[in-house]
């Protein structure tokens, strides 16, 4: 069976008109580190590669008197919102634990790892107590209300945490995930550093298991990004924390925990499908029994990724040129996610010298590839448009990225203030290109028809966020 028998007629129809060239995965990689220093916050460092960005936010945890300076600004305005942030580092970590080797090769693992560690850094400083976590860094409906570069924003800062009496089990799981995950990406560079996340990790873990609830109870702010269950953050970490320490404690939780069943996506707010393919792994590796209730994660997880490369029960739609479609708003967040679960679970296979068994066909570790290689293909420009949804890629992109920061002069450039309703008549109703482009950020993406609205106003296609690149960054490793 040819990887275009998993396709859809037009697509392969639409690949023969189009070629088959291949794409510069390894510059398209690039880009998408460089996303990440675009997105930072607070003091910027020395070799900071993206210089029409300036220090910003230096006052975070002033309210509560700690010092919450750093992290991310998770898209295109500029609150630290802890939920997707943790999940960004989670999925950054993914990549350099299977990649990293190609991530050196192609001479991007520092710039990975910095990435890595800008988040972890905060998140240290987020993590006061074991039981004490921050979870965000601003007010999202002023800042919404504003359109304000970062460096000169007026809008609050309140910081807001979960404790023993204001819990989240969401939060401190994805938190505890990304810490474990991060763990592993620095063990041989860095084992001290390494180890301190681990006792991070551990600790919240042990708070999101013993006092539970959803964020977004205890921080009415994070609405944003509310959660629709914390069932699956736990099972996440524990994943995590097992791959990482290979300690009983977390076999016990995985093995009575609730399995998931099969899930629709893998995303910031549903953990499950990500956790069942580790599992799936553990069973590979012989870690696990591969009987009862852990067969049922290998199960769940196959059935997504056969779902995914459309030999399931319940395949994911695609748009008649070739897009995996789930959802109208930000869909590509599905997609690059999807995809490293995939490239992954391939690998994994070809290890074993097995394929995967879905319910319409066997799919070999080179077919998961070749589906994998055409969705990066069609988000990097070859699709019905012929435009690159990230931005900085190819001849033809975004122009008017909902983005703050890109869409307002640099304040390296003029320094008088945008201010808070100013920006909006200034700036986001500007008809012309951003002033500054947001290399590797990656926009939601065309609709289920193809069609692409490049219009500022237009958040659900034109706004790129940090779980959109984060786990492209080892989908393009891998490659590269």
């Keep these: 069976m040819s990887p275009k028998t998993l396709l859809p007629l037009g697509f392969s129809l639409l690949l023969l008109l189009q070629g088959a060239a291949s794409l510069n995965y390894g510059a398209a990689l690039t880009k998408s580190l460089l996303y990440f220093e675009a997105q930072r916050s607070g003091k910027l460092p020395p070799n900071q590669r993206v210089l029409w960005r300036g220090d910003s936010a230096l006052q975070d945890g002033n309210d509560p008197g700690v010092d919450l300076v750093g992290g991310y600004y998770d898209a295109g305005d500029n609150v630290k919102f802890g939920f997707p942030h943790a999940f960004t580092v989670t999925l950054l970590s993914w990549g350099v634990i299977e990649y990293g080797q190609q991530l050196a090769a192609k001479k991007e693992l520092d710039h990975a790892m910095e990435a890595i560690k800008w988040g972890t850094d905060y998140f240290i400083k987020a993590h006061t107590q074991p039981n004490v976590l921050y979870g965000q860094v601003g007010d999202g409906d002023a800042d919404h209300a504003c359109w304000e ?34 763990s592993m990406a620095f063990s041989k560079s860095d084992p001290s550093y390494s180890s301190q996340l681990l006792s991070h990790g551990k600790q919240l873990f042990d708070f999101a298991k013993t006092h539970q609830g959803l964020y977004q109870s205890s921080i009415p702010q994070a609405k944003f990004y509310a959660s629709s269950g914390f069932e699956d953050e736990l099972v996440w970490a524990a994943a995590w924390l097992y791959r990482a320490t290979n300690d009983q404690t977390y076999v016990n939780y995985l093995g009575s925990a609730n399995t998931g069943g099969t899930r629709s996506v893998f995303s910031w707010d549903d953990k499950y499908t990500g956790a069942q393919v580790l599992v799936a792994k553990f069973i590979m590796e012989g870690r696990v029994p591969s009987t009862g209730n852990w067969l049922n994660y290998k199960s769940h997880a196959e059935q997504f990724i056969c779902n995914t490369v459309q030999k399931g029960y319940h395949n994911v739609k695609m748009t008649r040129g070739g897009a995996l479609w789930w959802l109208s708003w930000n869909n590509f967040q599905y997609t690059t996610s999807a995809l490293l679960l995939t490239i992954s679970y391939a690998d994994w296979l070809n290890t074993e010298r097995s394929n995967l ?18 969705q990066v293909d069609y988000i990097l420009g070859k699709n019905p448009r012929g435009m690159s949804y990230m931005l900085g890629y190819g001849a033809r992109f975004p122009q008017q990225l909902h ?14 203030l945008v201010t808070c309703k100013g920006g909006y008549t200034e700036w986001f109703n500007r008809q012309a290109p951003n002033p500054n482009i947001v290399y590797g950020a990656i926009a939601g993406g065309p609709d289920q028809y193809d069609n692409y609205n490049d219009s500022r106003p237009n958040y659900e296609q034109a706004e790129s966020a940090t779980v959109n690149t984060a786990p492209f960054v080892g989908v393009l490793a891998r490659l590269a």
């Design 149 to 182: 570069r970062p460096e000169d924003m007026t809008t609050p800062r309140t910081s807001s945490k979960i404790d023993e009496q204001h819990p989240g089990s969401d939060l401190a799981g994805e938190t505890a995930a990304a810490f474990a995950a991060a």
């Design 403 to 416: 983005h703050r920061g890109s869409s307002i002069v640099s304040i390296k450039k003029d320094k008088r």
């Design 357 to 374: 068994n879905c319910p319409n066909g066997q799919v070999s570790p080179d077919q998961l590839i070749a589906f994998a290689r055409l």
